[in-house]
Protein backbone atom coordinates (compact mmCIF):
# COMPACT_ATOMS: atom_id res chain seq x y z
CA UNK A 1 0.00 0.00 0.00
CA UNK A 2 1.10 3.59 -0.77
CA UNK A 3 0.23 6.22 1.27
CA UNK A 4 0.16 9.33 -0.50
CA UNK A 5 0.71 13.31 1.41
CA UNK A 6 0.96 12.49 5.17
CA UNK A 7 2.02 14.99 7.49
CA UNK A 8 3.87 12.94 9.70
CA UNK A 9 4.25 13.93 13.03
CA UNK A 10 5.52 17.86 13.24
CA UNK A 11 7.06 17.79 9.73
CA UNK A 12 5.74 20.27 7.77
CA UNK A 13 6.77 18.69 4.12
CA UNK A 14 4.48 16.18 2.87
CA UNK A 15 5.62 12.74 2.36
CA UNK A 16 4.53 9.52 1.29
CA UNK A 17 4.27 6.00 3.20
CA UNK A 18 5.09 2.52 1.28
CA UNK A 19 4.18 -0.35 3.23
CA UNK A 20 5.17 -3.82 2.22
CA UNK A 21 4.63 -7.07 4.20
CA UNK A 22 3.30 -5.12 7.05
CA UNK A 23 6.07 -2.71 7.74
CA UNK A 24 7.45 0.63 6.58
CA UNK A 25 9.04 0.01 3.32
CA UNK A 26 9.90 3.54 2.18
CA UNK A 27 8.96 6.99 3.46
CA UNK A 28 9.57 10.32 1.79
CA UNK A 29 8.42 12.69 -1.15
CA UNK A 30 7.07 11.45 -4.39
CA UNK A 31 7.23 7.44 -4.28
CA UNK A 32 5.87 5.36 -6.82
CA UNK A 33 3.43 2.78 -6.46
CA UNK A 34 4.52 -0.69 -7.55
CA UNK A 35 2.45 -1.55 -10.27
CA UNK A 36 -1.03 -2.77 -8.61
CA UNK A 37 -0.36 -0.62 -4.97
CA UNK A 38 -3.34 0.06 -2.94
CA UNK A 39 -2.59 3.80 -3.17
CA UNK A 40 -4.38 6.04 -0.20
CA UNK A 41 -3.90 10.07 -1.03
CA UNK A 42 -4.28 11.99 2.12
CA UNK A 43 -4.77 15.15 0.60
CA UNK A 44 -2.30 16.54 3.83
CA UNK A 45 -3.38 14.81 6.92
CA UNK A 46 -1.44 14.11 10.07
CA UNK A 47 -0.40 10.85 10.40
CA UNK A 48 0.93 9.88 14.16
CA UNK A 49 2.63 6.98 15.47
CA UNK A 50 -0.51 4.88 17.59
CA UNK A 51 -1.71 6.48 20.90
CA UNK A 52 -0.47 4.77 24.08
CA UNK A 53 -2.96 4.33 27.20
CA UNK A 54 0.45 4.69 29.72
CA UNK A 55 -2.06 4.48 32.60
CA UNK A 56 -5.45 2.98 33.43
CA UNK A 57 -7.38 0.98 35.54
CA UNK A 58 -9.22 -1.56 33.24
CA UNK A 59 -10.21 -3.93 35.68
CA UNK A 60 -12.50 -1.16 37.50
CA UNK A 61 -14.04 0.40 34.34
CA UNK A 62 -17.20 1.14 33.06
CA UNK A 63 -18.55 0.26 36.82
CA UNK A 64 -19.48 3.51 37.99
CA UNK A 65 -22.60 3.61 40.02
CA UNK A 66 -22.43 -0.51 40.82
CA UNK A 67 -23.20 -0.98 43.78
CA UNK A 68 -23.37 2.81 44.72
CA UNK A 69 -21.82 6.09 43.24
CA UNK A 70 -18.94 7.93 44.81
CA UNK A 71 -20.80 10.67 46.47
CA UNK A 72 -17.71 12.85 47.99
CA UNK A 73 -15.44 12.33 44.58
CA UNK A 74 -12.44 11.50 46.57
CA UNK A 75 -10.04 9.10 45.60
CA UNK A 76 -10.94 7.27 49.44
CA UNK A 77 -14.59 7.21 48.79
CA UNK A 78 -13.70 5.44 45.21
CA UNK A 79 -11.70 3.17 46.90
CA UNK A 80 -14.79 2.09 49.74
CA UNK A 81 -17.43 1.50 46.33
CA UNK A 82 -14.51 -0.32 44.51
CA UNK A 83 -14.19 -2.31 47.64
CA UNK A 84 -17.81 -3.41 47.60
CA UNK A 85 -17.90 -4.11 43.57
CA UNK A 86 -14.84 -6.32 44.26
CA UNK A 87 -16.83 -8.57 45.90
CA UNK A 88 -19.10 -9.21 43.01
CA UNK A 89 -16.20 -9.80 40.52
CA UNK A 90 -16.45 -12.99 38.36
CA UNK A 91 -14.45 -13.60 35.37
CA UNK A 92 -17.05 -13.29 33.19
CA UNK A 93 -17.40 -9.73 34.36
CA UNK A 94 -14.21 -8.35 34.24
CA UNK A 95 -13.82 -9.90 30.34
CA UNK A 96 -17.03 -8.26 29.08
CA UNK A 97 -16.17 -4.57 30.61
CA UNK A 98 -12.74 -5.12 29.30
CA UNK A 99 -13.47 -5.99 25.99
CA UNK A 100 -15.83 -3.26 25.74
CA UNK A 101 -13.70 -0.67 26.67
CA UNK A 102 -10.56 -2.00 24.52
CA UNK A 103 -12.88 -1.37 21.81
CA UNK A 104 -13.71 2.47 22.62
CA UNK A 105 -9.96 3.26 23.24
CA UNK A 106 -9.09 1.22 19.76
CA UNK A 107 -11.43 3.73 17.89
CA UNK A 108 -9.71 6.74 19.32
CA UNK A 109 -6.48 5.42 17.94
CA UNK A 110 -5.39 3.77 21.32
CA UNK A 111 -2.89 0.23 20.32
CA UNK A 112 -1.51 -0.10 23.53
CA UNK A 113 -2.43 0.22 27.19
CA UNK A 114 -0.41 -0.18 31.01
CA UNK A 115 -3.55 -0.85 32.84
CA UNK A 116 -3.63 -1.48 36.91
CA UNK A 117 -4.91 -4.24 37.81
CA UNK A 118 -6.37 -4.24 41.49
CA UNK A 119 -4.53 -7.43 43.89
CA UNK A 120 -5.73 -6.77 47.07
CA UNK A 121 -8.74 -9.63 46.38
CA UNK A 122 -7.77 -12.88 47.96
CA UNK A 123 -9.02 -15.01 44.50
CA UNK A 124 -7.02 -12.63 41.92
CA UNK A 125 -10.39 -12.81 39.98
CA UNK A 126 -9.57 -9.21 37.57
CA UNK A 127 -5.69 -10.35 37.06
CA UNK A 128 -6.43 -14.17 36.24
CA UNK A 129 -8.64 -12.81 33.46
CA UNK A 130 -6.73 -9.40 32.46
CA UNK A 131 -3.96 -12.40 31.76
CA UNK A 132 -6.13 -14.47 29.49
CA UNK A 133 -7.12 -11.06 27.96
CA UNK A 134 -3.59 -10.11 27.01
CA UNK A 135 -2.89 -13.19 25.56
CA UNK A 136 -5.96 -13.11 23.13
CA UNK A 137 -6.19 -9.62 22.08
CA UNK A 138 -1.99 -9.30 21.53
CA UNK A 139 -2.65 -8.47 17.63
CA UNK A 140 -4.67 -5.79 18.17
CA UNK A 141 -4.13 -4.47 21.21
CA UNK A 142 -0.58 -4.44 23.50
CA UNK A 143 -1.72 -5.17 27.22
CA UNK A 144 0.94 -4.37 30.07
CA UNK A 145 -0.62 -5.59 33.35
CA UNK A 146 0.23 -3.88 36.60
CA UNK A 147 0.08 -5.51 39.92
CA UNK A 148 -2.15 -2.97 41.26
CA UNK A 149 -2.32 -3.58 45.60
CA UNK A 150 -4.82 -1.21 45.85
CA UNK A 151 -5.54 -1.25 49.48
CA UNK A 152 -1.94 -1.11 50.42
CA UNK A 153 1.05 -4.09 50.69
CA UNK A 154 1.46 -3.70 54.60
CA UNK A 155 -1.98 -2.80 55.19
CA UNK A 156 -3.99 -5.09 53.34
CA UNK A 157 -4.15 -8.96 54.82
CA UNK A 158 -1.57 -10.90 53.02
CA UNK A 159 -0.95 -7.76 50.43
CA UNK A 160 2.85 -8.79 50.11
CA UNK A 161 2.09 -12.60 49.07
CA UNK A 162 -0.46 -11.55 46.85
CA UNK A 163 1.48 -8.95 45.31
CA UNK A 164 4.00 -11.95 45.06
CA UNK A 165 1.30 -14.35 43.30
CA UNK A 166 0.60 -11.86 40.84
CA UNK A 167 4.24 -10.97 39.94
CA UNK A 168 4.63 -15.29 39.69
CA UNK A 169 1.34 -14.83 37.09
CA UNK A 170 2.75 -13.12 34.81
CA UNK A 171 2.11 -9.22 36.04
CA UNK A 172 4.57 -6.98 33.68
CA UNK A 173 4.82 -4.62 36.44
CA UNK A 174 5.05 -4.27 40.08
CA UNK A 175 2.60 -1.53 42.12
CA UNK A 176 2.41 0.28 45.43
CA UNK A 177 0.50 2.51 46.64
CA UNK A 178 2.44 4.43 49.79
CA UNK A 179 0.26 6.75 50.74
CA UNK A 180 -2.53 4.64 51.76
CA UNK A 181 -0.58 2.99 54.11
CA UNK A 182 -1.29 2.99 57.48
CA UNK A 183 1.77 4.72 58.34
CA UNK A 184 4.74 6.42 57.26
CA UNK A 185 6.92 3.50 58.22
CA UNK A 186 4.50 1.16 56.39
CA UNK A 187 4.91 3.45 53.59
CA UNK A 188 8.43 3.15 52.89
CA UNK A 189 8.48 -0.27 53.47
CA UNK A 190 6.24 -1.14 51.19
CA UNK A 191 8.35 0.59 48.64
CA UNK A 192 11.18 -1.15 49.63
CA UNK A 193 9.46 -4.61 49.00
CA UNK A 194 7.75 -3.30 45.94
CA UNK A 195 11.57 -2.33 44.72
CA UNK A 196 12.91 -5.65 45.80
CA UNK A 197 10.24 -7.85 44.21
CA UNK A 198 10.61 -6.17 40.78
CA UNK A 199 14.59 -6.62 40.89
CA UNK A 200 13.68 -10.18 42.44
CA UNK A 201 11.54 -11.14 39.11
CA UNK A 202 12.80 -8.48 36.73
CA UNK A 203 9.87 -6.46 36.20
CA UNK A 204 8.83 -3.22 35.32
CA UNK A 205 7.59 -1.04 38.57
CA UNK A 206 4.87 2.14 38.71
CA UNK A 207 3.83 3.38 41.41
CA UNK A 208 0.68 5.27 42.65
CA UNK A 209 2.41 7.47 44.37
CA UNK A 210 1.54 10.92 47.13
CA UNK A 211 -1.65 10.81 44.91
CA UNK A 212 -3.10 13.18 47.91
CA UNK A 213 -2.80 16.83 48.16
CA UNK A 214 -1.04 16.68 51.72
CA UNK A 215 2.19 18.10 51.13
CA UNK A 216 4.28 15.68 53.62
CA UNK A 217 3.48 12.66 51.53
CA UNK A 218 6.77 11.81 50.54
CA UNK A 219 6.70 8.16 48.45
CA UNK A 220 8.01 10.01 45.60
CA UNK A 221 11.99 10.15 47.00
CA UNK A 222 12.30 7.22 48.76
CA UNK A 223 10.91 5.48 44.85
CA UNK A 224 13.34 7.59 42.98
CA UNK A 225 16.19 7.18 45.52
CA UNK A 226 15.56 3.17 45.72
CA UNK A 227 15.37 3.51 41.58
CA UNK A 228 18.71 5.05 41.65
CA UNK A 229 20.56 3.11 43.83
CA UNK A 230 19.03 -0.08 42.84
CA UNK A 231 20.31 1.09 39.32
CA UNK A 232 16.60 0.28 38.23
CA UNK A 233 16.47 3.96 36.44
CA UNK A 234 13.76 4.25 33.55
CA UNK A 235 12.39 0.65 34.42
CA UNK A 236 10.32 2.51 37.20
CA UNK A 237 7.60 5.12 36.90
CA UNK A 238 5.76 7.19 39.80
CA UNK A 239 1.88 7.76 38.36
CA UNK A 240 0.01 10.70 39.50
CA UNK A 241 2.53 12.47 41.95
CA UNK A 242 -0.10 14.82 42.98
CA UNK A 243 1.13 15.66 45.99
CA UNK A 244 4.05 17.64 44.04
CA UNK A 245 1.12 20.14 43.53
CA UNK A 246 1.44 21.42 47.17
CA UNK A 247 5.43 20.94 48.30
CA UNK A 248 7.13 24.14 48.37
CA UNK A 249 9.11 24.99 46.18
CA UNK A 250 12.53 24.69 48.03
CA UNK A 251 11.72 20.92 48.76
CA UNK A 252 10.89 20.51 44.75
CA UNK A 253 14.64 22.11 44.08
CA UNK A 254 16.16 19.65 45.99
CA UNK A 255 14.30 17.03 44.92
CA UNK A 256 14.45 17.98 40.87
CA UNK A 257 18.04 16.59 41.64
CA UNK A 258 17.53 13.33 42.43
CA UNK A 259 14.48 12.99 39.82
CA UNK A 260 16.95 13.81 37.19
CA UNK A 261 19.80 11.17 38.83
CA UNK A 262 17.23 8.80 38.73
CA UNK A 263 15.94 8.74 35.42
CA UNK A 264 12.05 7.66 36.46
CA UNK A 265 9.27 8.19 34.61
CA UNK A 266 6.45 9.76 35.33
CA UNK A 267 2.42 9.95 34.04
CA UNK A 268 0.00 12.32 35.42
CA UNK A 269 -3.63 12.27 34.71
CA UNK A 270 -5.22 15.35 34.79
CA UNK A 271 -8.78 14.51 33.56
CA UNK A 272 -9.12 12.70 36.92
CA UNK A 273 -6.71 14.21 39.37
CA UNK A 274 -8.44 17.67 39.16
CA UNK A 275 -11.98 15.66 39.78
CA UNK A 276 -10.48 13.87 42.70
CA UNK A 277 -7.99 16.34 44.60
CA UNK A 278 -8.54 19.54 46.32
CA UNK A 279 -11.33 17.44 47.63
CA UNK A 280 -10.39 18.61 51.76
CA UNK A 281 -10.19 22.23 50.39
CA UNK A 282 -12.58 25.13 50.82
CA UNK A 283 -11.02 28.20 48.68
CA UNK A 284 -8.62 28.54 47.10
CA UNK A 285 -8.92 24.67 45.67
CA UNK A 286 -5.85 23.18 44.85
CA UNK A 287 -5.77 21.38 41.10
CA UNK A 288 -3.69 18.40 42.23
CA UNK A 289 -1.77 18.17 39.00
CA UNK A 290 1.57 16.91 39.62
CA UNK A 291 4.28 19.36 37.79
CA UNK A 292 4.24 18.74 34.29
CA UNK A 293 6.10 21.36 32.89
CA UNK A 294 8.62 21.84 34.76
CA UNK A 295 9.90 17.97 35.13
CA UNK A 296 9.52 18.14 31.44
CA UNK A 297 11.72 21.39 31.42
CA UNK A 298 14.38 19.34 33.23
CA UNK A 299 14.30 16.58 30.50
CA UNK A 300 12.13 14.67 32.59
CA UNK A 301 9.99 11.95 30.75
CA UNK A 302 6.54 12.78 31.50
CA UNK A 303 3.28 11.11 30.04
CA UNK A 304 -0.35 11.53 30.37
CA UNK A 305 -3.50 9.00 31.00
CA UNK A 306 -6.73 8.74 31.09
CA UNK A 307 -6.94 6.79 34.73
CA UNK A 308 -10.74 5.78 34.55
CA UNK A 309 -13.45 5.47 32.17
CA UNK A 310 -16.51 5.67 34.26
CA UNK A 311 -16.07 3.74 37.38
CA UNK A 312 -16.25 4.89 40.84
CA UNK A 313 -13.37 7.56 40.70
CA UNK A 314 -14.60 8.93 37.40
CA UNK A 315 -18.64 9.12 36.35
CA UNK A 316 -17.30 9.95 32.71
CA UNK A 317 -14.84 9.05 29.73
CA UNK A 318 -15.12 7.35 26.49
CA UNK A 319 -11.56 6.10 26.59
CA UNK A 320 -10.22 9.31 24.46
CA UNK A 321 -6.58 10.51 25.00
CA UNK A 322 -7.99 13.52 23.59
CA UNK A 323 -10.07 14.79 26.21
CA UNK A 324 -6.78 13.82 28.33
CA UNK A 325 -4.35 15.95 26.58
CA UNK A 326 -6.74 19.10 26.14
CA UNK A 327 -7.74 19.40 30.29
CA UNK A 328 -4.19 18.67 30.48
CA UNK A 329 -2.23 21.91 28.56
CA UNK A 330 -5.10 23.99 30.13
CA UNK A 331 -4.54 22.83 34.12
CA UNK A 332 -0.60 22.27 33.40
CA UNK A 333 -0.33 25.69 31.35
CA UNK A 334 0.99 24.55 28.88
CA UNK A 335 -0.59 26.51 25.59
CA UNK A 336 2.27 27.85 23.91
CA UNK A 337 2.53 27.16 20.36
CA UNK A 338 5.27 24.06 20.86
CA UNK A 339 3.46 23.32 23.40
CA UNK A 340 0.34 22.37 21.96
CA UNK A 341 2.19 20.98 18.58
CA UNK A 342 4.21 18.58 20.36
CA UNK A 343 1.50 17.20 23.06
CA UNK A 344 1.00 14.38 20.87
CA UNK A 345 4.25 13.20 22.03
CA UNK A 346 2.55 12.99 25.68
CA UNK A 347 0.03 10.01 24.65
CA UNK A 348 2.31 8.39 22.27
CA UNK A 349 6.60 8.20 22.17
CA UNK A 350 6.90 9.79 26.13
CA UNK A 351 4.60 6.83 26.74
CA UNK A 352 6.67 4.32 24.82
CA UNK A 353 9.82 5.10 26.60
CA UNK A 354 7.69 4.57 29.75
CA UNK A 355 6.29 1.17 28.78
CA UNK A 356 9.50 0.46 27.71
CA UNK A 357 8.14 -0.29 23.71
CA UNK A 358 11.75 -0.09 22.37
CA UNK A 359 12.83 0.91 18.76
CA UNK A 360 10.06 -0.82 17.03
CA UNK A 361 7.48 1.79 17.69
CA UNK A 362 7.82 4.94 15.46
CA UNK A 363 7.25 5.77 11.92
CA UNK A 364 10.45 4.61 10.80
CA UNK A 365 12.05 1.90 7.62
CA UNK A 366 11.69 -1.34 8.88
CA UNK A 367 9.27 -0.90 11.50
CA UNK A 368 6.30 -2.64 11.86
CA UNK A 369 3.81 -0.18 10.27
CA UNK A 370 1.58 0.95 12.94
CA UNK A 371 0.26 4.49 12.54
CA UNK A 372 -3.07 7.12 13.19
CA UNK A 373 -4.22 9.29 10.52
CA UNK A 374 -6.07 11.95 11.93
CA UNK A 375 -8.80 14.40 10.36
CA UNK A 376 -6.44 17.73 10.19
CA UNK A 377 -3.01 18.94 8.93
CA UNK A 378 -1.44 19.00 12.26
CA UNK A 379 -1.96 18.41 16.02
CA UNK A 380 -2.91 21.93 16.96
CA UNK A 381 -5.93 22.05 14.52
CA UNK A 382 -6.83 18.19 15.25
CA UNK A 383 -6.63 18.99 19.14
CA UNK A 384 -8.44 22.00 19.01
CA UNK A 385 -11.17 20.54 16.64
CA UNK A 386 -11.39 17.37 18.55
CA UNK A 387 -10.96 15.94 14.96
CA UNK A 388 -11.25 11.82 14.75
CA UNK A 389 -8.86 9.05 14.28
CA UNK A 390 -9.64 9.04 10.41
CA UNK A 391 -7.17 4.87 10.61
CA UNK A 392 -5.80 3.07 12.92
CA UNK A 393 -3.55 0.89 11.33
CA UNK A 394 -1.32 -2.04 13.22
CA UNK A 395 1.34 -3.96 11.38
CA UNK A 396 -0.55 -2.65 8.14
CA UNK A 397 -3.86 -4.18 9.19
CA UNK A 398 -6.68 -1.56 9.45
CA UNK A 399 -7.95 -1.93 12.83
CA UNK A 400 -10.35 0.90 13.13
CA UNK A 401 -11.29 3.60 11.31
CA UNK A 402 -13.83 6.81 11.52
CA UNK A 403 -16.32 8.62 9.04
CA UNK A 404 -16.30 11.51 9.59
CA UNK A 405 -20.52 12.68 10.32
CA UNK A 406 -21.40 15.65 8.11
CA UNK A 407 -22.51 18.66 10.34
CA UNK A 408 -23.67 21.79 8.40
CA UNK A 409 -24.53 25.91 9.17
CA UNK A 410 -26.97 27.30 6.95
CA UNK A 411 -25.46 31.11 7.01
N1 LIG B 1 -7.17 3.79 42.47
C1 LIG B 1 -6.34 4.71 42.98
O1 LIG B 1 -5.71 4.46 44.00
N2 LIG B 1 -6.20 5.89 42.36
C2 LIG B 1 -6.86 6.15 41.27
N3 LIG B 1 -6.73 7.33 40.67
C3 LIG B 1 -7.74 5.18 40.73
C4 LIG B 1 -7.86 4.00 41.36
C5 LIG B 1 -8.50 5.47 39.50
FE1 LIG C 1 -4.48 5.28 38.80
Known sequence: MLIRNAY????????????????????????????????LD???????????????HLDTCLTAGEPVWNQSGTLFEGIACWSQRKEQLSREDVRRRVLQAVRMQAAHGIQYVRTHVDVTD???????????????????????IVAFPQEGILSYPGGQELLEQAVK?????????????????????????????????????????????????????????RAYEMGLKDRVTASHTTAMHSYNN?????????????????????????HLQGRADTYPKRRGVTR??????????VSFGHDDIFDPWYPMGTGSLRDVVFLGLHVC??????????????????????????ESYGIRVGNPASFLVLDGKDYYQVLNENAPVLYSYREGRLLAQSLPGSRQVFF
Do not use: W
Open 42 to 56: LGGKLVLPPFIESHV
Open 250 to 274: AYVLRLMRLLQLSEINFVSNPLVNT
Open 333 to 358: QMMGYEDIQNAYRLISVNAARTLHLG
Open 169 to 225: LGADAVGAIPHYEFTREYSVESLNYAMALAEKYDKLVDVHCDEIDDEASRGLETLAA
Open 122 to 144: PKLTALEAMLELREELKDVMTLQ
Open 8 to 39: IENQTQLSDIQITDGKFAAIGPGLTPQPGEQV
Open 292 to 301: VKELLQAGIN
